[in-house]
């Protein structure tokens, strides 16, 4: 159905209630897709397409900027490591914007300490506003940089 201006037949609740449902439509299909994507990454089934790698996949098949691929790649690896947060997402009791909040800070090195603070992560998104998560986000990041400072031998021993 093509986009048109509200019209007077048509009131300002009406056009939010079905905005609303909209927007609560796109964050199920980004649902449905990250854990497709997280399957994939498990049987590598984009190899059957010819592609070296998921992103290169998304970007050639499904047509998605290179950006916006490595995006849900990591989103997608994230998920992997943690299928909590999968549950999580689906049943609703968190959003994709804790998800895209703890994306930002789980860069490749701070990956080794995800498992220590998982539970903690998730609870939180739960919990906390989005603003509240950033902040708990950050310090983990500070925590897994503290921890990967650390000699091997030093690691253990905390």
Request: aromatic share 6%; hydrophobic share 40%.
């Amino acid at each position: 159905m093509p986009a048109t201006a509200l019209s007077d037949a048509t009131s300002t609740d009406d056009h939010n209630d079905i905005t609303l449902a909209a927007a609560a439509g796109l964050e199920v299909a980004r649902v449905e897709l990250l854990t497709r994507l997280v399957e994939s990454l498990t049987t590598t089934s984009f190899t059957r397409d010819s592609a070296f790698s998921l992103t290169t996949w998304l970007q050639r098949r499904a047509g998605f900027a290179a950006t916006q691929a490595r995006q849900l790649v990591r989103q997608a690896g994230l998920l992997k490591q943690l299928p909590a947060f999968t549950n999580a997402l689906r049943s609703g009791a968190t959003s994709l914007v804790h998800l895209d909040t703890l994306t930002t800070v789980a860069t490749e090195p701070r990956m080794g300490h995800l498992e220590e603070f998982a539970i903690q992560l998730l609870e939180h998104t739960c919990n906390l506003s989005v603003d509240d998560y950033t902040r708990v986000c950050a310090y983990w990041a500070e925590l897994a940089d503290d921890n990967t400072k650390l000699p091997t031998s030093a690691r253990a021993a905390t």
